[in-house]
Nanobody, 124 residues
């Protein structure tokens, strides 16, 4: 059974940094595209960052470009999201997602498995 477990969330002041991790129990993890989505209170879930299985291609939503960095370690079966220069509007539950083959990294329906989420709160 596939499991994705996020960690690293918490409370941080604006301008600070956090590093989220997602541990995947996927036998063929290196073949999966991975993504980070987020959902703020009262809002729909939105794409944050994605990385292709081969690691050489990454994509970000415009609001996090230049501040967030997604990366992966296939040997450890983990994906990370380094978040710098955090803003109050980054406050959300952050979800890790895995796709056997994500046609569009930005689209939630492209992903096959989801984690339970980790809360990130940025205070002003």
């Amino acid at each position: 059974q596939v499991q994705l477990v996020e960690s690293g969330g918490g409370l941080v002041q604006a301008g600070g940094s956090l590093r989220l991790s997602c541990a995947a129990s996927i036998r063929t993890f290196s073949s999966y595209d991975m993504g980070w989505f987020r959902q703020a209170p009262g809002k729909e879930r939105e794409f944050g960052a994605g990385i292709r299985w081969f690691g050489g291609y990454t994509d970000y939503t415009d609001s996090v470009k230049g501040r967030f960095t997604i990366s992966r370690d296939n040997a450890k079966k983990e994906v990370y999201l380094l978040m710098n220069s955090l803003k109050p509007e980054d406050t959300a539950v952050y979800y890790c997602a895995a796709a056997i083959s994500a046609g569009n990294l930005h689209v939630g329906a492209s992903y096959d498995y989801w984690g339970q989420g980790t809360q990130v709160t940025v205070s002003s």
